[in-house]
């Protein structure tokens, strides 16, 4: 028996908070400060090779949601990634694309942004999963799909990235050279307030609301293969 589809979101984003891809001892290590520069370096090489592709899933999500209406948050939402804000009536900016900032960080942390370093850069087996999962998002029911991409990413990202800055910090790492950190925190609550009001027609009965489920959690267990693989490699 299927809830209304406002108390099955709001449920649904409650416990993708509580999922242990939030709770995950990698993560705790930002939280608690117990990183160096060279577990920063290690963690920006392995998440530039997921965060550079992510208007590419975002284009596989909206080229496969039948409906116009919830399309249009994630419109607005690959604009942003290019540098775009409409509430500042701001265009496309090059130098102001989520990779460009994220190359940013990279630099803080000395890492090489030159396009032959930052195709070298070897993911992690573990990575590579993790990439693959949302580059495959094209393949996915769409239901399905939404739920992996919104509450099971868009939602989570204030409190991850909250901890991922607060390690930075404690690395010794400036409040620019955690920018990208920091505009998303703030970005991203609004980007899941938009998602989640464009969840509702597609949770309305037990079966989209099983698959709903089913894709946020199924992303946040590939998450927490990224963690794993991160955990490893950092040999604390």
């Avoid at 709001?10 to 608690?32: G, I, T, V, W």
């Avoid at 393949?139 to 939602?155: D, K, Q, R, S, V």
Wanted: charged fraction near 30%.
């Amino acid at each position: 028996m299927s809830v209304s589809a406002s108390d099955f979101v709001d449920k649904l984003q409650e416990d993708c908070l509580k999922h242990p891809a939030l709770n995950h001892s990698y993560l705790m290590r930002f939280k608690n400060r117990e990183l160096n520069k060279g577990h920063v370096k290690l963690f920006a090489e392995q998440y530039y090779c997921f965060s550079r592709h992510f208007s590419r899933y975002l284009a596989a999500l909206i080229a496969i949601v039948p409906d116009e209406g919830a399309r249009a948050p994630l419109i607005k939402n690959l604009g942003e990634e290019y540098g775009a804000r409409q509430e500042e009536n701001r265009d496309m900016d090059p130098e102001l694309t989520h990779p460009a900032i994220f190359r940013a960080f990279l630099r803080s942390v000395g890492i090489d942004t030159s396009p032959e370093a930052l195709e070298a850069i070897k993911p992690l087996p573990e990575t590579k999963l993790f990439v693959d999962k949302y580059l495959n998002i094209r393949y996915l029911n769409y239901i399905e799909a939404y739920g992996g991409f919104g509450p099971g990413t868009e939602y989570i990202v204030p409190q991850m990235y909250t901890l991922v800055r607060e390690g930075c910090r404690g690395a010794g790492l400036t409040e620019d050279e955690v920018l990208f950190f920091s505009a998303h925190i703030e970005l991203d609550v609004e980007h899941a307030e938009g998602i989640k009001e464009s969840l509702l027609p597609f949770a309305k009965n037990a079966e989209e609301q099983r698959l709903m489920r089913f894709g946020a959690m199924d992303f946040l267990d590939a998450r927490c293969v990224l963690w794993d693989g991160l955990e490893r490699a950092s040999k604390f």
